[in-house]
């Protein structure tokens, strides 16, 4: 095993191959390693490896693409560069499909934006159950207390019953995380 190899073996780091094509392969990095220094201490040992001639990573979707120079063995021999590294091809959605991941990630996201916009006052956690609550005063005031369609009492408990699961972790911090 090479010297730059070994130097970059660390804990392992969960893949899964996208796509692989002649010269070409595409890994999606699990969201936990997509760390900038993690993702670049990979496309430096994947550099050094004498049948990779280019790779390339995007940092947003976690992904890296290698360029092979497709020769007998070369693709097996790029996989086993990555296994010493402490690549481990597997399902990385983590139980979830790549759409309920990425719907997950996309709310995530989102609630960060609204986070730093409103310079922290306000997030997903409250506007949620702020917006249920509206609809369900509106309802109430507009509707009366008719049950042919969603009564004020349900889209109150809804705006409750979202709040405290949103709200309560047993401590003061916001759960928000910029990056």
């Not at 692989?20 to 997509?34: D, E, G, I, M």
């Not at 976690?62 to 360029?67: A, D, F, L, N, Q």
């Not at 409250?126 to 042919?148: C, D, N, V």
């Amino acid at each position: 095993m090479s010297e730059a190899i070994e130097k970059t073996r660390s804990k392992p780091i969960f893949t899964k191959v996208v796509s692989n094509t002649p010269k070409r392969l595409r890994l999606r990095v699990a969201p936990p390693h997509r760390q900038a220094e993690e993702m670049q201490r990979l496309a430096k040992a994947l550099k050094a490896h004498p049948n990779v001639s280019n790779v390339r990573m995007n940092m947003d979707q976690g992904s890296i693409t290698i360029h092979h120079d497709g020769s007998d063995g070369s693709l097996e021999n790029v996989l086993g560069t990555l296994r010493d590294i402490g690549i481990i091809f597997a399902d990385i959605a983590g139980g979830k499909s790549e759409a309920a991941a990425g719907v997950s990630n996309t709310v995530v996201d989102l609630n960060k934006r609204v986070h730093k916009a409103t310079n922290g006052a306000v997030d997903l956690r409250m506007l949620f159950p702020l917006g249920l609550a509206t609809l369900s005063i509106r309802q109430l005031l507009t509707k009366g207390l008719q049950l042919e369609f969603i009564p004020w009492y349900v889209l109150a408990w809804y705006a409750f019953d979202s709040f405290i699961k949103l709200n309560v972790n047993g401590t003061s911090q916001p759960r928000c995380t910029e990056e």
